[in-house]
């Protein structure tokens, strides 16, 4: 005590002589270094032997939030092989389990409705984009049938129908943009991508009549929704701040753009349709209330937001893996001549069953380049981790990261090789689930959406797993197959170096894609250009 008040005086007295600015530094370096050091204390101290392992961490808060962010797969990785498949780390102050591998996969994808919650994740940054009363912003129970709806009208009768739309769009596309004008060049494949996949989605899924309107201004208002989706938003979802008011302007407006042609087409007493929006306003809840207007009109706003990161940021990876593997791009063009003739007929439905590398491309490219890298879920009761002393309390998020095991050497062979040929049985990298017995059925469940295999022990997840699975795999399949099926027949593709390279991952967004300028070397194979 006596050594305290001898420094202690000498102390205040130089504290005293510094200036106001001088004062604030020393104050907020002391409170700095004080709360570093509390944090790095109770990390040693207090270790909950009932909790997975605290990922190490210097400052309280920010945590591990840098290292994570900045590159999310190597950051599990890194920890997998520190802590195993069950760690916790600090996401902007709060807790977050990871659990990796297909054990932590089901744990968290399959978990009860009872245990784990994605809607009190996701609902801040979902419901100002997409609009009241769907997806999050309901009960699950409300969410299934949802999903059910959405699903019932992709039947084979509608993707049939999608080829020959999603085609012309493409062929019309590189006809009509200046990019593309002459016998070769150089272009930013990204934004390329992205305007294909919201002309073939929108007109696939919602019609002409709101396809043409993306030629006028619902691109630049989806742009505007799209900016609701930044990581930022997570905090700061309810700030008057430019872009959110943007946001809110742009959903009251595409909503009433839909609302109006929903009015519109009940108008003409129109039938038969094959499109999305089509098949809800004549869908009816178990509860015997029709779908409302306003909710067909957000559910539209979800389904086009939900593909469009997906799928345009695949179509880039896909067509950025061709022009590393130009003699790939070579073998897919001679498939489709070998499988549908040489003059390559107009592609139907069925032609993408007969192009098993096509398909295998898309597979692949997921495999390495899942857009959806983290799934979070709030824990509503303290859940016991099975075969483990964890038990993980219900102040923590639960994160799954099924990109981990679709990239683990135990069940993927060369795991960071982009090699389509190993989903082949004979492949000698093929995966163990490709070598397995086909006949041994998958677990398959029902959460009132259809029934759908359980993912249970799948190390390969693109599209999730549980009650909130992707509804959208197979529009998303004969999406991406019809890009890549049609762009082959129109050019040939290489690195601008020549090189096999690829660009690094920008994470920057909640979706993993390709950091940009992505710039490829094009060139156009004549026969198909009349
Ligand atoms: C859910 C991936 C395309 C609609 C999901 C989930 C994943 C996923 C991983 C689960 C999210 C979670 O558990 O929290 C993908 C990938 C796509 C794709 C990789 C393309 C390559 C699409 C498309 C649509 C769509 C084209 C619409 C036509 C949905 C919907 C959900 C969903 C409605 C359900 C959300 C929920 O139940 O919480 N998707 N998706 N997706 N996706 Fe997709």
């Not at 001898?6 to 002391?30: D, K, T, Y």
């Not at 040693?44 to 961490?57: M, S």
């Not at 190993?422 to 017995?437: L, T």
């Amino acid at each position: 005590m006596g050594l305290v008040q001898e420094l202690g005086g000498p102390l205040a007295e130089g504290f005293a002589r510094l200036g106001l600015a001088s004062q604030v530094a020393v104050a907020v370096g002391g409170f700095l270094f004080l709360s570093v050091f509390f944090n790095v204390l109770s990390q040693i101290l207090f270790k909950n032997p009932n909790e997975p392992p605290l990922v190490f961490h210097w400052f309280p808060f920010v945590g591990s939030t840098i290292t994570y962010g900045m590159d999310p797969p190597r950051f599990f990785r890194e920890n997998k092989a520190k802590y195993g498949d069950c760690f916790t780390f600090i996401l902007l102050g709060k807790k977050t389990t990871v659990y990796v591998g297909p054990k932590g996969n089901d744990f968290i994808l399959n978990g009860k409705i009872r245990d784990v919650c994605a809607e009190e994740i996701y609902t801040v940054l979902t419901t100002p984009v997409f609009g009241k009363d769907v997806v999050y912003d309901c009960p699950n129970s409300k969410l299934m049938e949802q999903k059910k709806f959405m699903k019932i009208a992709l039947t084979t009768e509608a993707f049939r129908s999608y080829v020959p739309i999603i085609s012309d769009e493409v062929t019309s596309y590189f006809k009509r943009t200046a990019d593309f004008k002459g016998q070769s060049g150089i272009v930013n494949i990204c934004p390329k991508m992205a305007q294909i996949t919201i002309f073939t989605a929108s007109h696939a899924l919602q019609g002409k009549e709101i396809r043409d309107k993306f030629d006028e201004k619902l691109a630049d208002l989806y742009h505007d929704l799209d900016m609701g989706f930044s990581p930022l938003n997570f905090m700061l979802h309810w700030a008057p701040l430019p872009w959110n008011n943007r946001r809110d302007h742009a959903q009251r407006t595409v909503a009433k753009i839909y609302m109006d042609t929903i009015k519109s087409r009940r108008a003409q007493g129109e039938s038969g349709a094959q499109d999305m929006m089509y098949h809800l306003m004549n869908s009816t809840y178990k509860n015997g209330v029709k779908v409302p207007d306003h909710e067909i009109a957000h559910m539209m706003i979800a389904l086009l937001m939900a593909g469009q990161h997906s799928s345009s940021s695949t179509s880039s990876w896909i067509m950025l893996r061709l022009a590393s593997r130009p003699d790939i791009m070579e073998e897919l063009y001679q498939e489709q001549v070998k499988n549908l003739g040489a003059d390559l007929p107009p592609l139907t439905y069925e032609d993408l069953a007969k192009l098993p590398l096509n398909q295998a491309i898309v597979k692949e490219t997921l495999r390495l380049h899942a857009p959806i890298h983290s799934i979070m879920r709030a824990v509503k009761q303290p859940m016991p981790v099975p075969g483990t002393k964890y038990v993980i309390p219900t102040n923590h998020v639960l994160l799954a990261a099924p990109g981990v095991s679709a990239t683990d050497e135990q069940y993927f062979p060369q795991p960071d090789l982009w090699e389509p040929h190993r989903w082949e049985k004979e492949s000698p990298i093929a995966p163990s689930i490709v070598r397995n017995d086909p006949e041994e059925e998958e677990e398959k469940i029902d959460y009132g959406y259809g029934l759908v295999s359980k993912g249970t022990g799948s190390p390969y997840l693109p599209f999730g797993a549980g009650r909130h699975r992707c509804i959208g795999e197979q529009f998303a399949n004969v999406q991406l197959q019809t890009i890549v099926a049609m762009t082959v027949r129109m050019f040939k593709f290489r690195n601008v170096d020549g090189s096999n390279n690829v660009i690094g991952t920008d994470y920057a967004s909640l979706f993993s894609r390709p950091l940009e300028p992505a710039n490829i070397y094009w060139e156009k194979r004549e026969k198909h250009w009349e």
